[in-house]
């Protein structure tokens, strides 16, 4: 198994600039300190090939016995490393700072557009891939644009101005050595791109074997109860093998990049030997020109190598832009309409009484009318629903597994909208009102419901931020969750860890419970919500929702008698159809679905249960 972060780094592809048309706008705040990077750039190819000239004239100096020009070189070679370490300093720390914002600008965005998102779009998109996007592509694209901005700068100036230099000085070497560079270009990109693809293999398959040492680790006691260790032997074996083969194929591109771009920088120094030391007895060149053109013969690499790096690099972005690029173009599909931004902005008010749409700011009646849904259009799992509930009613959604209990309260949630029919809120169409004003006046609490790294307080708090501490501990106290907080080591401030690791699933129920409690809402959904809490808590729990349901819509998926049977209306919902409805007494007399789950599961539960 993998874990998902790998898996999806696509083949390197053709070149194109289009892929990076949408993330490239992210430099464009920055684009003063883009160009500041390019002067610094050229600034330091200037001064670095400086360097080898100021040799030149010692070595000349030298050769000719005059030590005043030998001596002047001093300053001028200390003023050049000056500047050039000054340069340095300051391009890594402009490179660096400029990166680390467009990575933050592009995190920012492509986490508010996620937030944004339906559900739909979760649906299909691994939690490891949006991760990654998040994540490794931000960063990815950050840096290149920051080191590959800088390097080509760098490595096609530097190339150019050694170029002139050497023209300059003596055609037949400068062509000599100039050759080269064609032949570093293409070993140095043949060797870049497959470094690349053998390192992404390695990572790949480094993280399949850690999947493997996870699972054999986590199911350690099913492996030895089932006699299975010889097979998992085979299976690690098999996959440890395959990344021994590919760090060594990495290792051998290693091995021989660095030889072969010896080899072409030792022809040219070669070349410009053989003939340059003719050029020189003939007079052509000094002693000192000729060191410079062997030093260049040899520091041409550096550019060409970077150069070749950078490109390989980009185009290994290209799947990380084309990524980005489609989760910030990807627009909600449940969102506020046109009609609704407007009539919000035209009413921007805030009178009591009326929402930030300017309509009535409660809901009296929730009803369903014809609603037939689908996750796939085409295939639908709810059939022409309808259903009409008024404040104070508990309705109770039973029914064999996968019939579409959460599929409507989902629906209701407005996590998802109707293939055909509507959701009215008070004779208004759900999708007229504002979608965060309708949220707001939800409470839903799941079944394995989600806590947030933090403390007990913060997690109930999470439901209305502006509650006080004595509005927190009141919740908590409707839902009797107060007696386990209070036993907790630091009470409500214990921290519960990520995702709420640190609490049994029933402590997480009922801190959802206060959680949704305290942001009082009109709307309550339940998904077996006390189905992980002991008899004599959910009995008390149960007397806790009762009072909080009073004036309140509610829906309950509940698997527990207690539950169902107060329920205002039972609903049986089978494969996508509402097949019976009524109270509990009344369902029992019509000896259907109802009375049968109730025989040979309900009262078995709950007995259990009570044992
Ligand atoms: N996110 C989804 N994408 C695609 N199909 C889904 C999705 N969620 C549910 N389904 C399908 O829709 C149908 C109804 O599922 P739903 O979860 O509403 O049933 P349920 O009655 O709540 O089941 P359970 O009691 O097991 O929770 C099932 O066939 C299920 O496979």
Not at 194 to 210: C, G, I, M, P, Y
Not at 248 to 259: S, T, V
Not at 449 to 474: C, K, M, Q, W
Not at 564 to 577: E, P, T, Y
Request: contains cysteine; hydrophobic residues 45%; charged residues 20%.
């Amino acid at each position: 198994m993998a874990d998902g972060y790998y898996e999806d780094e696509a083949p390197l592809q053709g070149f194109r600039l289009s892929s990076f048309r949408r993330v490239l706008a992210f430099g464009r705040p920055y684009l003063g300190v883009f160009v500041l990077v390019i002067v610094i750039a050229l600034v330091v190819a200037g001064f670095e090939i400086g360097l080898p000239l100021v040799f030149a004239q010692v070595i000349d100096a030298a050769d000719t016995g005059d030590a005043e020009r030998a001596w002047l070189m001093m300053p001028i070679y200390a003023f050049l490393v000056a500047v050039l370490v000054a340069a340095i300093m300051a391009f890594i720390n402009l490179v660096g700072g400029v990166s680390a914002r467009v990575a933050h600008d592009i995190r920012r965005d492509s986490f508010d557009r996620l937030q944004d998102l339906e559900f739909g779009y979760f649906d299909v998109r691994p939690t490891g891939w949006l991760m990654s996007r998040l994540t490794s592509d931000c960063n990815k694209i950050a840096r290149i644009m920051g080191w590959a901005t800088l390097d080509l700068a760098w490595g096609s100036a530097t190339i150019l101005v050694v170029a002139v230099v050497l023209f300059l000085n003596d055609f037949v070497l400068a062509s000599i050595v100039m050759g080269t560079v064609p032949l570093l270009a293409v070993a140095g990109r043949w060797f870049q791109v497959r470094l690349l693809e053998t390192a992404r293999l390695v990572r790949k398959t480094n993280s399949r074997v850690t999947a493997t040492y996870n699972e054999s680790i986590l199911g350690v006691r099913t492996t030895k109860t089932l006699v299975q260790e010889d097979n998992n032997a085979r299976d690690f074996e098999a996959v440890s093998a395959r990344m021994m083969n590919e760090s060594m194929a990495h290792a051998l591109y290693g091995a021989a990049f660095m030889p072969t771009i010896g080899v072409i920088c030792s022809l040219g120094v070669a070349g410009a030997l053989w003939f340059g030391g003719d050029h020189v007895i003939a007079g052509v060149i000094t002693i000192g020109i000729l060191s410079m053109f062997m030093h260049f013969a040899t520091f041409l690499q550096e550019p060409v190598k970077e150069m070749a790096r950078q490109l390989t690099m980009i185009q290994s972005a290209q799947a990380s832009a084309e990524r980005i690029t489609d989760l910030l173009e990807t627009e909600p599909k449940i969102r506020d309409s046109e009609a609704v931004l407007e009539r919000i902005a035209a009413y921007g008010g805030d009178e009591p009484g009326l929402a930030c749409d300017g309509l009535p700011n409660h809901i009296r009646r929730v009803r369903f009318e014809g609603v037939t849904f689908g996750y796939k259009p085409d295939r639908p799992v709810l059939h022409d629903f309808s259903l009409a509930v008024e404040p104070g009613q508990t309705i109770a959604l039973v029914g064999p597994t996968g019939g579409g209990k959460s599929t409507i309260v989902s629906l209701l949630c407005r996590f998802y909208e109707p293939t055909h029919g509507r959701i009215l809120i008070d004779e208004h169409d759900v999708q007229d009102r504002s979608l965060s004003w309708y949220q707001s006046r939800l409470g839903i609490v799941l079944q394995q419901p989600h806590l947030f790294t933090g403390t007990v307080a913060e997690n109930i708090r999470y439901g209305r931020l502006d509650a006080s501490d004595d509005a927190v501990a009141e919740a908590a106290a409707l839902v009797r969750a107060d007696a386990f907080i209070d036993r907790l080591k630091d009470g409500y401030q214990t921290q519960v860890g990520s995702g709420g690791v640190l609490l049994s699933t029933g402590q997480k129920q009922l801190i959802a419970l206060a959680r949704a409690v305290i942001a009082d809402p009109e709307i309550f959904v339940m998904d077996e919500a006390t189905s992980s809490v002991d008899t004599e808590t959910e009995r008390l729990i149960q007397d806790a929702i009762e009072r909080v349901l009073e004036k309140r819509i509610a829906f309950v998926i509940a698997h527990r008698l207690s539950t169902i049977r107060s329920a205002d209306r039972i609903l049986v919902i089978q494969n996508g159809r509402m097949t019976e409805s009524g109270r509990h007494e009344e369902l029992l007399g019509q000896n259907g679905h109802y009375a049968q789950l109730y025989r040979d599961h309900l009262v078995s539960w709950d007995e259990m249960q009570r044992a």
